[in-house]
């Protein structure tokens, strides 16, 4: 069971840190991704780690977001964090985690739903202009 936190409303130019916590894994290493959602639209690819316990073996950043918003994982707390700097509101969505078995190391694959089988039930995220 995934379970993401963090959402809120915030004003262009903010930051919020959204957190996705695991009850618990099935794999010895998994890729956590981040997606959003608006009304009407598809899920969009946000960014994925593949990772296992404090280490991170690879990133991936859609283009949109790859210079304002990185992740981070506390093994301790079983959680990944994406640290979302310079929000837009273009940013504003309902931001979901999804984690499944990080077997490959393509930036494409993890951008599809495919990979996850596993998701939360998703934070909004506001930025107002």
């Known amino acids: 069971q995934l379970v993401e936190s963090g959402g809120g409303s915030v004003q262009a130019g903010d930051s919020l840190k959204l957190s996705c916590t695991a009850s618990g894994r099935a794999y010895n290493r998994y890729i956590t991704g981040w997606f959003r959602q608006t009304p009407g639209k598809e899920r969009e690819f946000v960014a994925a780690?593949?990772?296992?316990?404090?280490?991170?073996?690879?990133?991936y950043y859609a283009n949109s977001v790859k210079a304002r918003f990185t992740i981070s994982t506390d093994g301790a707390k079983n959680t990944i964090y994406m640290h979302m700097n310079s929000l837009k509101p273009e940013d504003t969505a309902v931001y979901f985690c999804g984690e499944g078995p990080g077997t490959s190391d393509s930036r494409v694959y993890y951008a599809q739903l495919a990979p996850y089988d596993m998701w939360g039930q998703g934070t909004q995220v506001t930025v107002s202009a």
């Open positions: 780690a593949r990772w296992s316990g404090f280490n991170i073996y690879a990133r």
